[in-house]
């Protein structure tokens, strides 16, 4: 294999200086601050008590665990971040005349569009805030997991930008089908590995166990979480779940507010996004909930998961691990036990056990509601998608698209939809080969 590796440049934490569009947003939204019933605590995994800022101490900078248990409505984004923001954001809202008359609905139909960032989707938006973050507090060094690789794709760019060596471990069953997002790390400067892998004890007992594996994320989380507790100088950092991951991801929905409001459709009636770990879809859809909470607009929300992986649909919602070997805190979410392994299915970032807690909340409180797709049924919307709309959408996005594409052919009356694509499927188009 070509060997990408260059010398890690640590670069100056200090904005620029240029001047950032005002349409970049200059804080993120917590939903904290707006929910009717506080979200359940995460419990240490000894003690199960709930954790306390030290507990979390040897995984996370202190900036990130605060904005974890932060209840203040908005958190103001630095000025280095939103310089980086500005590369690609705001993404567009586009309305999609061309998908309205292939379906022959009465609909208005809205995509917000992540596929524009470096790495292709949503994931930069928390990946460059987190090692921000890191980097401020003299951390070395990130570990993390990553499913189809997007994520791994992502904090390696933010790696590369701010400083810092970014070490992931790839779901096997991604690893080997999607090679290119690992090239795109290594580009960048990540070391990608396959989990689970003979580099840490966890990957080790689970080979043990099952030589054959195809892996999980739950299981990738254990290498990498392993891996960054015994390192001083590495933390390790998650591309969703968590509350300051998905606090990040709110600079989508406080742009489509923005956007819908100055296309005159201030209030849409419903909301697809896909459902993996949360954080897309939370990112988009939390600002409108939120709305909804105070103002009483009347929003629709709806998560699409894989019905290969279906944690919101048929999982119980319950305290569990967020890993296989149990290192995490124990979260309040809906999961299908951190002992599942699901199918090999090509929405790699869609193969997570469980559900963010505050997504899996907001169910319980009947905030949004979830379906589950078939995978054939989700390529079959993405194919629809492109040939209407030009943009390939990427597998996990498909699931958005597939539920949305079948309220609309069943819509009688005008309402507008707004579909979270999360990103592009350029890198994923493999997956596609096989469908078509």
């Known amino acids: 294999m070509t060997d990408f590796a260059l010398p890690v440049e640590t670069r100056s934490i200090e904005p620029l200086g240029f001047e950032v569009p005002s349409s970049v947003p200059t804080r993120w939204y917590n939903i904290q601050a707006d929910l009717p019933e506080p979200c359940p605590p995460a419990l240490h995994p000894g003690t199960k008590e709930p954790l306390g800022p030290e507990d979390l101490a040897p995984l996370f900078p202190m900036s990130l665990i605060m904005q974890e248990v932060s209840t203040e409505r908005y958190v103001e984004i630095p000025e280095t971040i939103r310089e980086i923001y500005s590369l690609w954001r705001p993404s567009p809202l586009?309305?999609?005349?061309?998908?309205?008359?292939?379906?022959?609905?009465?609909?208005?139909?809205?995509?917000?569009?992540?596929?524009?960032?470096?790495?292709?989707?949503?994931?930069?938006?928390?990946?460059?805030?987190?090692?921000?973050?890191?980097?401020?507090?003299?951390?070395?060094?990130?570990?993390?997991?990553?499913?189809?690789?997007?994520?791994?794709?992502?904090?390696?760019?933010?790696?590369?930008?701010?400083?810092?060596?970014?070490?992931?471990?790839?779901?096997?069953?991604?690893?080997?089908?999607?090679?290119?997002?690992?090239?795109?790390?290594?580009?960048?400067?990540?070391?990608?590995?396959?989990?689970?892998?003979?580099?840490?004890?966890?990957?080790?007992?689970?080979?043990?166990?099952?030589?054959?594996?195809?892996?999980?994320?739950?299981?990738?989380?254990?290498?990498?979480?392993?891996?960054?507790?015994?390192?001083?100088?590495?933390?390790?950092?998650?591309?969703?779940?968590?509350?300051?991951?998905?606090?990040?991801?709110?600079?989508?929905?406080?742009?489509?507010?923005?956007?819908?409001?100055?296309?005159?459709?201030?209030?849409?009636?419903?909301?697809?996004?896909?459902?993996g770990g949360g954080s897309?879809?939370?990112?988009?859809?939390?600002?409108?909930?939120?709305?909804?909470?105070?103002?009483?607009?009347?929003?629709?929300?709806?998560?699409?998961?894989?019905?290969?992986?279906?944690?919101?649909?048929?999982?119980?919602?319950?305290?569990?691990?967020?890993?296989?070997?149990?290192?995490?805190?124990?979260?309040?979410?809906?999961?299908?036990?951190?002992?599942?392994?699901?199918?090999?299915?090509?929405?790699?970032?869609?193969?997570?056990?469980?559900m963010a807690p505050l997504v899996s909340h907001a169910v319980e409180l009947g905030l949004m509601s979830a379906v589950a797709v078939e995978q054939d049924d989700a390529f079959a919307a993405g194919v629809e998608f492109a040939r209407a709309e030009g943009i390939i959408p990427a597998p996990e996005s498909t699931h958005a698209v597939a539920a949305a594409i079948a309220h609309a052919r069943a819509a009688t009356e005008p309402e507008v939809i707004v579909i979270g694509l999360s990103g592009n499927g350029v890198l994923d188009l493999p997956a596609y080969g096989s469908y078509v």
């Open 280 to 354: 897309n879809l939370a990112g988009l859809t939390f600002p409108f909930i939120g709305r909804n909470l105070r103002e009483g607009t009347t929003t629709r929300v709806v998560a699409a998961e894989p019905a290969a992986c279906p944690s919101l649909t048929q999982g119980e919602y319950r305290y569990d691990h967020g890993d296989v070997a149990g290192l995490t805190p124990l979260l309040k979410m809906h999961t299908l036990g951190s002992d599942f392994v699901p199918p090999a299915i090509h929405a790699g970032g869609l193969r997570y056990h469980g």
């Open 94 to 275: 586009v309305r999609a005349h061309r998908l309205e008359r292939a379906l022959g609905t009465p609909a208005r139909i809205y995509y917000k569009y992540e596929g524009v960032s470096p790495a292709g989707s949503h994931k930069p938006n928390t990946a460059i805030a987190q090692a921000y973050y890191n980097k401020l507090e003299g951390t070395e060094k990130l570990t993390t997991e990553t499913g189809a690789g997007q994520w791994g794709a992502s904090l390696s760019l933010a790696g590369a930008l701010l400083g810092l060596d970014v070490e992931v471990w790839q779901v096997r069953a991604s690893y080997d089908s999607k090679p290119y997002r690992r090239y795109q790390m290594e580009v960048y400067g990540g070391t990608c590995h396959s989990s689970p892998s003979e580099l840490t004890q966890a990957g080790r007992d689970i080979l043990a166990r099952d030589p054959e594996t195809t892996g999980s994320l739950g299981m990738a989380i254990s290498e990498a979480v392993e891996v960054a507790a015994q390192d001083p100088n590495a933390h390790y950092s998650l591309g969703s779940v968590l509350n300051h991951v998905l606090l990040h991801q709110t600079v989508i929905g406080e742009e489509a507010l923005v956007q819908l409001e100055e296309a005159g459709d201030r209030v849409p009636d419903v909301i697809f996004g896909c459902a």
